[in-house]
């Protein structure tokens, strides 16, 4: 069984910073890419950021593009999400996820396992 623990949300002011991490457990970590998505209230399920297992492949979503930056430490089954001069709008539950293969990917069909998410609220 895969478990994925994500921490680091909280409350913060527009312009301000906050670094998600999430520990994963019950699979080889190195051999899977893993992703960040998020969700607003109202709002589907969004793609953010992913990392193929090397961390040689990533992508971002345009909207976060030049303000998130998406890394791991295989040694420590850990991805992070370093989240830089955020938005209001960028106020979301957000979620990690690991991948069906190596791959980085931007579906969500393509993830098997999820996290229970954590809260990121940005104040204007």
């Known amino acids: 069984q895969v478990q994925l623990v994500e921490s680091g949300g909280g409350l913060v002011q527009a312009g301000g910073s906050l670094r998600l991490s999430c520990a994963a457990s019950?699979?080889?970590?190195?051999?899977?890419?893993m992703g960040w998505f998020r969700q607003a209230p109202g709002k589907e399920r969004e793609f953010v950021s992913s990392?193929?297992?090397?961390?040689?492949?990533?992508y971002y979503a345009d909207s976060v593009k030049g303000r998130f930056t998406i890394s791991r430490d295989n040694a420590k089954n850990t991805v992070y999400l370093e989240m830089n001069n955020l938005k209001p709008e960028d106020t979301a539950a957000y979620y990690c996820?690991?991948?069906?293969?190596?791959?980085?990917?931007?579906?969500?069909?393509?993830?098997?396992?999820w996290g229970q998410g954590t809260q990121v609220t940005v104040s204007s």
């Open positions: 019950g699979r080889t970590f190195s051999t899977v890419a």
């Open positions: 990392i193929s297992r090397s961390g040689a492949t990533i």
């Open positions: 996820a690991s991948a069906r293969t190596s791959s980085s990917s931007s579906r969500s069909t393509m993830y098997d396992y």
